[in-house]
């Protein structure tokens, strides 16, 4: 049930920005061009970044810590879109803005994708769990433009970044609930 919720969950904040990041550098005076650019200078590099990030994370600290870690990182960090709604046009708060997201979503996917890795023990298990999270994804992607109907951009970026708190709340539980039954093990191993 945790692991179904998580899929769900996990990358909701991160679901529902992502279209209209798009929209909204459009309107706040951004040209395609600029907007390409960055996204894809300043977005792939930090992505690749992140990738790594996670890798050298989860070794130390494990897949669920790394998660909860990244998550709550990410969600920070999307904050920022408030910042660049306010100061408008500025090409340098966008490129740290986009830098900051792509950096800690990057680990976030690279956690997301260890964590599938070690709840599966077939191919058809992997392709089950991750048509799961993407129905999580088609739903928080179908509702993002009307969200953004309905508020402002302001309200918009101070509401999303908090749909990642039932997820990261959800691995929390996963992760006390794993943690208490190794340590039952081990006891009862003693």
Known sequence: MYVILTLLLYKASDFTIQKMSRVFCLEIGFSKLEIANIVQIFGSVSVVLGGFLAGFFIKKRGILNSMIFFSIMHMSFLFYYVILNRLG???????????LEG?????????FIAFL?????NGSQYALL????????MIFRLTSGFLADICDWAEFFMITPWLSAPGIL????????REKKRR???SYVR
């Open 130 to 137: 991750w048509a799961i999270h993407e129905l999580g994804g």
């Open 117 to 121: 890795y070690e709840e599966c023990k």
């Open 89 to 99: 046009n500025d090409p340098d708060v966008l490129c740290t803005t986009v830098f």
């Open 170 to 177: 959800i691995l929390k539980r996963l992760y006390y609930l």
């Open 184 to 186: 039952n093990i081990e």
């Open 103 to 111: 950096l800690t979503g990057g680990a976030v996917a690279a956690a």
